[in-house]
T-cell receptor, first 111, second 116 residues
């Protein structure tokens, strides 16, 4: 079993849809959870991060962490064509900075 | 804030030559730097981690004599691909983290290497 599992997609939705992106993980030591957005041929851009369990909202984006289920989600409301990108989840334990990444989910939002 | 630049953004070289990629933090000092490689439609693969003034720690399967990493200062790291071959063609991305920072890593825009 891989440490972090993420469905590669692609996930195709119409503009305005609510998008749900998810990752599962196996290492219970993970404490910090991040979501990165990566446009084609560009470096990843940090979208959101969450510490431990709970929700965090930033504009159209909401990150959720359920440590009991080892499951994290990123919700995008009112999706836009400009949201079309690959979304990578990443996580790490406390005290060190090496991140473990998911494979990324490609999202396509059509006008 | 937390801007990381990479140079060059795209390089084409002939097989057998060496290529150097620079990674700089523009507005912060990074204690740890990371180099990743990404093949098309694949996730980021960590190649090595380095702290300023220390030798880089390479991931299993990454040849340290082929991928030379120099962590010159708190704002600069370089990756040199020596005697490049077509199978080294990939997207190379650096990232940096800040001491005590909880957010994680800040990534550069990446360098696309094509070896002919």
């Amino acid at each position: 079993q891989k440490e972090v599992e993420q469905d590669p997609g692609p996930l195709s939705v119409p503009e305005g849809a609510i998008v749900s992106l998810n990752c599962t993980y196996s290492n219970s030591a993970f404490q910090y959870f991040m979501w990165y957005r990566q446009y084609s041929r560009k470096g990843p851009e940090l979208l959101m991060y969450t510490y431990s369990s709970g929700n965090k909202e930033d504009g159209r984006f909401t990150a959720q962490v359920d440590k009991s289920s080892k499951y994290i989600s990123l919700f995008i409301r009112d999706s836009q064509p400009s949201d079309s990108a690959t979304y990578l989840c990443a996580m790490r334990g406390s005290g060190y900075s090496t991140l473990t990444f998911g494979k990324g989910t490609m999202l396509l939002v059509s006008p | 804030g937390a801007v990381v630049s990479q140079h060059p953004s795209w390089v084409i070289c002939k097989s057998g030559t060496s290529v150097k990629i620079e990674c700089r933090s523009l507005d912060f000092q990074a204690t740890t730097m990371f180099w990743y490689r990404q093949f098309p439609k694949q996730s980021l693969m960590l190649m090595a981690t380095s702290n300023e003034g220390s030798k880089a720690t390479y991931e299993q399967g990454v040849e340290k004599d082929k991928f030379l990493i120099n962590h010159a200062s708190l704002t600069l790291s370089t990756l040199t691909v020596t005697s490049a071959h077509p199978e080294d063609s990939s997207f190379y991305i650096c990232s940096m983290s800040i001491a005590g920072g909880v957010i994680g890593q800040y990534f550069g825009p990446g360098t696309r290497l094509t070896v002919t």
